[in-house]
């Protein structure tokens, strides 16, 4: 009688890694707020929640753009000075709700702009990603010191100060217009013509453009929307802060790189998602919010980022090998 073949003895091992590969990151994120709530039960508290989600918010609205872009094998390193020049321009008209709407039309087209000098620079001039974003930024930099006199004034409409800092019965409205975002990209990533391009482009340049292609087109395309929702995420973390200076965001440009690959985007291109990005973002927010809900001494969120990069980076190496 011929006896049934029997499963691999790995099999049940394969299926773990898989498990620890595909839900690694919600598991981590899920202990993180465990074992900070164990340790500072007011971490769990719901004015807590409510200040870490509105903080996530802004950074999570920035991490869905550089995911894009390091989607297309690049990065974005003008993301911050994109969203402090936003912010700048918030404050340069009346106050009003009156111009609300201009100061918006404003702040989009500065971030669409930079993402474009951006785009062009990299894919008509092969200009390397990190040098044309960093030439961007200190651009942007400088023009927003020199508008400024290096001290910026005014008030941020009410309308921005609204979407920044409240909430709508607990639910900050900044989260809401978050998640708008997270699920239109994530559908146009995921469903539209667009986003196979973007995996294709990212995954293998040149079998994009063999198959007709236009890869250039592409990566334009996905840094001219980090731009624009860098200018947004800059608008409404203005209203968050409630004052401007010319540093409103300092730090988002490695935060936002640091959470997506946390989150599984390869800095290869063309493996990784949104969703992904964003848990890498509750991450470094709720390890950020720990650190002093603990009581340890607020230099050790530079150490903690410093640790958070280093093992992202080496979670990123292992995948890559």
Known sequence: M????QPPKQAPQILSMQAVR?????????????VT???????????????????????GIVVIGQVLVILVRGLDLSVASVMATAAVVATSF??????ALPVFLVAMAIGVLTGLVNGLLITKRSVSPFLATLATMTLLQGLRFAYTQGAPSGNVPPIYRVLGSQTFYGVPYNLMILIVLAVVFSALLHKSTYGRRVYLTGGNPVMARL??????????????????LAALAGLIYSGFVGIVDNWVGR?????SIVAAVMGGVALSGGRG???GGLLGAAILVVVFNAVLMIGMPIE???????????AAAALYVRKAA
């Open 211 to 228: 198959v007709g292609i236009n890869a250039d087109r592409i990566t334009i395309a996905s840094y001219v929307i980090s731009g624009g």
């Open 251 to 255: 730090g988002f440009e490695l935060d």
């Open 37 to 59: 709530g164990i340790l500072s039960p007011a971490f769990l508290a719901g004015n807590n929640i409510s200040n870490m989600l509105l903080q996530a918010a802004p950074l």
């Open 273 to 275: 998602s949104i969703i």
């Open 2 to 5: 011929t006896q049934l073949a």
């Open 22 to 34: 595909n839900y690694g990151i919600h598991l981590v994120l899920l202990a993180l707020i465990a």
């Open 300 to 310: 050790f969120q530079i150490i903690i980022k410093g640790v958070v990069i280093i």
């Open 94 to 99: 009346s106050g009003q709700d009156s111009d």
